[in-house]
């Protein structure tokens, strides 16, 4: 079973920031922290990861709490074409580990 | 660089048929796993496959199999298809081959859509 917990769905007007929340309460100290996205019909795309450090890339900033229990990805300026589920995943970042996905976050960007 | 290729990428069946799907991966990665996505239960994990041997399986039936050639690329098979093998089978590529290192994410391709009537 997914080891995290996110909103169904989330709307977010045209250019501005998307936060997209996602608890994880059970994490271990080795886990690292996915997230995913899936554009309608397309497989999923890797967006950024981490383990108890913010990180930045050039798709999206990830904010883990200090008791990494939760997360928070960032659009910074959300674009008609962010519009997927984003999936929020806690992995141990080891070559044997499959993805284990929940059910997500629909977001929806509005124009 | 290419992506991750399958083939093909829409089939129809019907029940008690079998059915190959193949993957290429991305040049250089090793690894490739099989996933399922259905409307009911999601996006949930096949197998993987890292140089030849299956490193993973999730929990499916046996009637879902799959192996790896020398050159990385990569078939499921499903036999005795039933009404909800109907899906998108995804499959993924990496590295593989890195253990721990934390750069090591997965890359989709399209899928291929199933449909068993």
């Known amino acids: 079973d997914a080891k995290t917990t996110q909103p169904p769905s989330m709307d977010c007007a045209e250019g501005r920031a998307a936060n997209l929340p996602c608890n994880h309460s059970t994490i271990s100290g080795n886990e690292y922290v996915y997230w995913y996205r899936q554009i309608h019909s397309q497989g999923p795309q890797y967006i950024i990861h981490?383990?108890?450090n913010n990180e930045t890339n050039e798709m999206a900033s990830l904010i883990i709490t200090e008791d990494r229990k939760s997360s928070t990805l960032i659009l910074p300026h959300a674009t008609l074409r962010d519009t997927a589920v984003y999936y929020c995943?806690?992995?141990?970042?080891?070559?044997?580990?499959?993805?284990?996905f929940g059910k997500g976050t629909r977001l929806s960007v509005i124009a | 660089k290419a992506g991750v290729t399958q083939t093909p990428r829409y089939l129809i069946k019907t029940r008690g048929q079998q059915v190959t799907l193949s993957c290429s991966p991305i040049?250089?990665?090793?690894?490739v796993s099989w996933y399922q996505q259905t409307p009911g239960q999601g996006l949930q994990f096949l197998f993987e496959y890292f140089s030849e041997t299956q490193r993973n399986k999730g929990n499916f039936p046996g009637r879902f199999s799959g192996r790896q050639f020398s050159n990385s690329r990569s078939e499921m098979n499903v036999s005795t298809l039933e009404l909800g093998d109907s899906a998108l089978y995804l499959c993924?590529?990496?590295?593989?081959?890195?253990?721990?290192?934390?750069?090591?994410?997965?890359?989709f391709g399209p899928g291929t859509r199933l449909t068993v009537l």
């Open positions: 040049s250089g990665h090793r690894s």
């Open positions: 981490g383990l108890k």
């Open positions: 993924a590529s990496r590295h593989g081959n890195f253990g721990d290192r934390p750069n090591n994410e997965q890359f």
């Open positions: 995943i806690v992995r141990v970042d080891s070559g044997n580990t499959p993805l284990v």
